[in-house]
């Protein structure tokens, strides 16, 4: 399992690797795998963003309805922004 074609926390970073933003939730499932995927981007160097919403579940932005997708696609617009220059 630590393989890192199976997973992205065990492959090796440079701080050179693009800037990243990873998106979660409180309630994600993953959201311990985005925790230490930021702590090690982190600690490689990594320009990384990690963004954490509050009772939303895995996937929460495929729902548009809701205001918290809708801040999230501005917050990943707001990235965009920021980083493709």
């Known amino acids: 399992m630590k393989n890192p074609e199976l997973s992205p926390v ?15 939730s409180t309630r ?3 959201l311990s795998c985005c925790a230490r995927l930021h702590r090690v981007l982190k600690k490689a160097g990594v320009r990384v963003e990690l963004d954490v919403f509050e009772c939303m579940w895995h996937d ?3 729902f548009p309805d ?3 997708a809708d801040e999230a ?3 990943i617009s707001a990235f965009f922004k920021a980083h493709l220059k």
Do not use: C, H, R
Request: aromatic content about 18%; overall charge negative.
């Open 66 to 68: 809701i205001p918290e």
């Open 60 to 62: 929460f932005i495929g």
């Open 10 to 24: 065990y492959t090796e970073y440079s701080a050179d690797f693009p800037p990243v933003m990873i998106l979660s």
């Open 28 to 30: 994600d499932l993953l």
């Open 73 to 75: 696609y501005a917050d």
